[in-house]
């Protein structure tokens, strides 16, 4: 099993709460595809990568919304909005976990 694989497993073995953002679509240049996943605790830590910078940033940032609110949500970001100059834009599934 993969770090992310057994993160999730302990999450619903021993109990707490994360959310799972999984990269759903992408469209022109990013810099990871679709499949994509990272898990991000409300400590802050991330197991797993989107991509990196800005993007996974701005990931872990709308993940901390998540946990507030324990919705899950479908969030579509253009990379230019970030400063990146790629072009790309990718479609992210931030779902909440818990046990």
Request: hydrophobic residues 35%; proline residues 2%; positive net charge.
């Amino acid at each position: 099993m993969n770090n992310l694989t057994s993160a999730v497993v302990d999450l619903y073995q021993k109990g707490g709460e994360a959310v799972l953002v999984t990269l759903c679509s992408t469209k022109g240049s990013t810099p990871r595809k679709a499949g994509a996943k990272m898990l991000v605790y409300r400590s802050g830590k991330t197991i797993g990568t989107i991509g990196g910078g800005e993007l996974e940033y701005e990931a872990v940032m709308k993940a901390e919304e998540v946990l507030k609110t324990r919705k899950s949500i479908l969030w579509e970001k253009p990379l230019q909005d970030l400063g990146m100059v790629c072009g790309g834009a990718g479609t992210l599934f931030l779902e909440y976990l818990s046990n």
